[in-house]
């Protein structure tokens, strides 16, 4: 039952048989920790509690039992084990306090009786003194690698198990976490640490996950503080805590908090999930989606199409949801396509839409950092037919660099390829899907190995050696293209089989002036091959 201890106190959980975010009586625990959590516990003096639920209605004969056999073992101060108290005054004193329950025990077993009373039903000021001292306990605490804990010997109880003494601090701080009081919650975060800190240096993944869970049930479900100011900047710097805790980690944060993404009717709340959306956008810019990273492409997907499809959705809520489609988009492209396609209509041309800007954009920058990454990379030389076009007439020409000479070989081939190769896809694919080859200043002898490219449109063939046109009868059906200025070009071979070239760029670096370079445009008919068959340069260079 949940009722404020008088008219003047805030309203605290009194009776804890629940806790805000923290489940119920479980009847396979001897002591109440989590409701999923189905392994036997004990009291830590090797007797199981009593496995009765005391608000399942049972009679008062059994109910008197159970709790007449937890408060024997627990509560050393008012019932001694020496001291023999009857059932009758036993009851009596039941009716006129709190009936103990599970979580109680747990309570006063590691913090003693006071603590657990005002944390349950104590005035804010006794709550924060109850919370600070446990904050003490916790502390001052030894935990020995046997799995013994030991306790302030101010306190005047005994050691504990270590299993027993983690789960009811996780409860305390789940408790401290949602407290009415703002003070407490502050507080909180303080004894998260010092909790993570005793853990650290003998705890693993399996101890401190329930930690987490706890702490996104406590976050998410009904009940939580997200309305109030400055809890969600309290959840989030928590969320960031969990995930830099080694022993806690990414893995764990991303499984807990899809356990209510997968069902968003459970989180509560419009902040609660505006908070979410805006999580889930921080931590895929910083954990990026599977395989790469951490998060689960389709759940985040129907995440955000859980408000996008909703018609009464708010405007922020809407648009925050839209921004995780965009950023999931430019991780995914393309694997997120088929997740929106049976969408209506409108919503799929939509975001369609959307995704089309977002292509158009990442295509205009790469266009300005092209020119950047080119110079970096390769720096231009002024030793190339390009910068020759500008020289003027009866300036000096200088001396073209001499490079060794080869053959057009496939590794050549490779190098002159600027197309990037796909994971999957081999060299030979590559050469054979090319479009653009970029042979300039290769010292290459001779135009031959051109088999392995059957695609090639257009041809860099510049700064070379290369005496004759040839062997293009590979590439007849697709090359438009041929640049071969500053060659030693004496003859052309082939043309005629060229059924879609229509520009030549070609030079002769035996002369001084400008004439000497020329650009050859051929006009091809209707299924008809060009004019021009095989010729001499000086029957075309005047």
């Known amino acids: 039952m949940v009722v404020p201890t008088n008219a003047t106190d805030e309203n605290v959980w009194h009776g804890n048989e629940a806790w805000p975010g923290c489940g119920g009586w479980s009847a396979d625990n001897g002591v109440y920790l989590d409701v999923s959590d189905d392994s036997d516990s004990e009291d830590g003096l090797g007797t199981p509690l009593q496995e009765h639920d005391p608000n399942e209605g049972l009679d008062a004969d059994r109910r008197r039992k159970s709790t007449w056999g937890q408060l024997r073992i627990i509560t050393g101060a008012t019932h001694t084990l020496n001291k023999v108290v009857s059932p009758k005054r ?3 004193e039941s009716l006129e306090d709190d009936v103990l329950t599970p979580r109680s025990v747990a309570l006063r077993r590691v913090f003693g009786e006071m603590v657990e009373s005002n944390i349950h039903t104590g005035s804010t000021v006794k709550r924060l003194q109850a919370f600070e001292s446990a904050h003490g306990a916790v502390k001052s605490a030894t935990i020995s690698s ?9 306190l005047k109880l005994e050691p504990i198990s270590r299993s027993l003494f983690v789960k009811t601090i996780f409860d305390v701080c789940t408790r401290a976490l949602n407290d009415p009081t703002e003070a407490i919650r502050v507080f909180a975060m303080d004894f998260i640490d010092t909790v993570l800190a005793q853990l650290r240096p003998l705890t693993f993944t399996e101890e401190l996950a329930p930690l987490a869970k706890g702490m996104f049930v406590t976050m998410l479900s009904p009940g939580n503080c997200t309305e109030r100011p400055n809890q969600i900047d309290r959840y989030e710097a928590l969320v960031h805590k969990l995930v830099a805790e080694p022993m806690i980690g990414i893995k764990t944060v991303v499984k807990e908090l899809f356990c209510f993404v997968d069902s968003p009717g459970r989180i509560s709340g419009t902040h609660t999930h505006d908070w979410v959306l805006r999580l889930l956008k921080q931590l895929l810019h ?3 989606i599977l395989p790469a990273g951490e998060i689960p492409l389709e759940p985040a997907v129907k995440y955000a199409l859980f408000f996008l499809k909703n018609s009464s959705t708010p405007a922020s809520q809407h648009g925050l949801a839209m921004t995780l489609m965009t950023d999931l988009y430019k991780q995914a492209q393309k694997r997120l396509l088929h997740l929106i396609s049976s969408l209506k209509p409108a919503l799929h041309r939509k975001l369609t839409d959307v995704f089309a800007t977002i292509d158009g954009q990442a295509r205009g920058e790469a266009r300005k950092r092209r020119p950047e990454s080119c110079r970096s990379a390769r720096p231009r030389s002024s030793n190339t037919a390009a910068s020759r076009m500008s020289f003027l007439e009866g300036g000096e020409q200088p001396l073209l660099e001499p490079a060794d000479p080869t053959s057009m070989t496939k590794a050549l081939l490779l190098k002159s390829v600027k197309q990037r190769k796909s994971k999957s896809e081999s060299h030979a694919d590559l050469l054979m899907r090319v479009t653009h080859l970029h042979c300039n200043r290769k010292g290459i002898m ?4 051109l088999e392995n490219t059957r695609k090639v449109q257009v041809l860099y063939l510049t700064d070379n050696y290369i005496p004759r046109i040839q062997n293009l009868g590979w ?3 697709s090359l438009t293209h041929l640049y071969l200025q500053n060659n030693q070009i004496t003859e052309m071979h082939g043309l005629k089989g060229l059924l879609n070239l229509s520009l030549i760029h070609i030079s002769e670096p035996t002369r001084l002036l400008s004439i000497s370079y ?3 445009c051929l006009k091809k008919k209707k299924k008809q091959s060009p004019t021009v068959t095989n010729i ?6 005047i």
């Open 446 to 449: 001779a135009i031959d190995g």
């Open 518 to 520: 020329a650009v050859f």
């Open 536 to 541: 001499t340069l000086q029957q075309i260079i």
């Open 286 to 288: 910083t954990h990026h």
């Open 146 to 154: 046997s799995g013994t804990v030991m306790l302030d010997p101010r």
């Open 475 to 477: 590439i007849k059906n």
């Open 90 to 92: 036993f009851e009596q």
